[in-house]
């Protein structure tokens, strides 16, 4: 492997993405650098753990920041050919380095849905719920259940009202329920190059960047007025203060833990795509901005 470099890429448009096809079918107006990171996605995601292609990529893709390694890569072209008789080299074998993705991770900034809910199952970010088949199964018939969508709360009816849903949330262990964050996921590192830190690597750059641009998910009055925005003074316009939260497979917890992130117990544990997860934060020290106006 030679030596690996990374590809940052902030909010794109991405209009014409087809969720249901493969990266390599996608048009052609859709940045390099996003295919790239759907590439690995896929490879880990979908191929390894099961996730369907159709839920990979989500609304969250075209808002959010994504960070892509790459390795250059020998590939052969053409394979070697030798005389089956004296075993003479007819032709040397042909390659060619390519610079190949390997890992990818993405920064989702605020506002989020609300916290995911202890015990819960997502299903493509849906919230799914048993509904008995037989009306005694509510009461302890035992009827086998099928999924559902739950209605939503209040607090999810009024964010999705808004064309700008920010809103409050259920307090946490590390988050009051009300201060903005950024969401830390899709970290993602093809198999054949795992155990080289390129998970930590890709970490790495994009807590630089958020430490070198603080304001850059803070949202402007100028563009949006106070009104989309929700808030009746430039006090109240939301602000990032530093707060990162990561929803975690449980089997990689660990590694989380050695970036600084810590798990948030008063979120509990839930499932996404048939996959345990827990919620994490971590807390950066960040240069304090006055709100875009």
Same mark, same amino acid.
């Given at each position: 492997?030679?030596?690996?470099?990374?590809?940052?890429?902030?909010?794109?448009?991405?209009?014409?993405?087809?969720?249901?096809? %493969?990266?390599?079918?996608?048009?052609?107006?859709?940045?390099?650098?996003?295919?790239?990171?759907?590439?690995?996605?896929?490879?880990?995601?979908?191929?390894?753990?099961?996730? %369907?292609? !159709?839920?990979?990529?989500?609304?969250?893709?075209?808002?959010?920041?994504?960070?892509?390694?790459?390795?250059?890569?020998?590939?052969?072209?053409?394979?070697?050919?030798?005389?089956?008789?004296?075993?003479?080299?007819?032709?040397?074998?042909?390659?060619?380095?390519?610079?190949?993705?390997?890992?990818?991770?993405?920064?989702? %900034?605020?506002?989020?849905?609300?916290?995911?809910?202890? *015990?819960?199952?997502?299903?493509? !970010?849906?919230?799914?719920?048993?509904? %008995?088949?037989?009306?005694?199964?509510?009461?302890? *018939? *035992?009827?086998?259940?099928?999924?559902?969508?739950?209605?939503?709360?209040?607090?999810?009816?009024?964010?999705?009202?808004?064309?700008?849903?920010?809103?409050?949330?259920?307090?946490?262990?590390?988050?009051?329920?009300?201060?903005?964050?950024? +969401?830390?996921?899709?970290?993602?590192?093809?198999?054949?190059?795992?155990?080289?830190?390129?998970?930590?690597?890709?970490?790495?750059?994009? +807590?630089?960047?958020?430490?070198?641009?603080?304001?850059?998910? !803070?949202?402007?009055?100028?563009?949006?007025?106070?009104?989309?925005?929700?808030?009746?003074?430039?006090?109240?316009?939301?602000?990032?203060?530093?707060?990162?939260?990561?929803?975690?497979?449980?089997?990689?917890? +660990?590694?989380?833990?050695?970036?600084?992130?810590?798990?948030?117990?008063?979120?509990?544990?839930?499932?996404?795509? *048939?996959?345990?997860?827990?919620?994490?934060?971590?807390?950066?020290?960040?240069?304090?901005?006055?709100?875009?106006?």
């Amino acid at each position: 492997m030679g030596t690996p470099f990374i590809s940052h890429l902030e909010p794109a448009r991405l209009d014409g993405y087809d969720p249901n096809k %493969p990266h390599d079918q996608q048009a052609a107006h859709i940045p390099p650098v996003f295919i790239d990171a759907m590439e690995v996605r896929e490879s880990v995601f979908v191929g390894e753990q099961g996730t %369907p292609l !159709n839920c990979e990529y989500d609304n969250d893709d075209q808002r959010s920041c994504h960070w892509v390694m790459y390795a250059s890569v020998n590939m052969t072209t053409e394979p070697e050919r030798r005389d089956p008789t004296t075993g003479a080299v007819l032709r040397p074998r042909r390659s060619e380095t390519r610079s190949m993705p390997i890992g990818t991770m993405r920064i989702v %900034p605020f506002p989020h849905p609300p916290h995911p809910l202890p *015990g819960a199952k997502y299903v493509g !970010n849906v919230l799914q719920e048993d509904e %008995p088949d037989d009306p005694q199964a509510a009461d302890g *018939g *035992g009827a086998v259940g099928r999924r559902r969508s739950r209605t939503l709360t209040s607090v999810e009816e009024e964010r999705q009202a808004s064309a700008l849903p920010y809103g409050h949330d259920k307090p946490t262990t590390y988050h009051d329920g009300k201060e903005p964050y950024v +969401k830390l996921g899709r970290v993602a590192v093809v198999s054949e190059f795992r155990g080289h830190h390129i998970a930590s690597q890709m970490w790495r750059a994009a +807590k630089k960047w958020l430490e070198d641009h603080p304001t850059f998910f !803070n949202p402007s009055v100028t563009e949006l007025g106070m009104d989309q925005l929700k808030v009746g003074a430039v006090s109240e316009i939301p602000k990032w203060h530093g707060l990162i939260c990561c929803h975690a497979q449980v089997g990689v917890v +660990k590694i989380y833990e050695k970036w600084g992130f810590k798990v948030d117990e008063g979120m509990g544990q839930w499932f996404e795509e *048939g996959i345990p997860h827990v919620g994490m934060f971590q807390r950066l020290h960040i240069h304090e901005e006055d709100p875009k106006v």
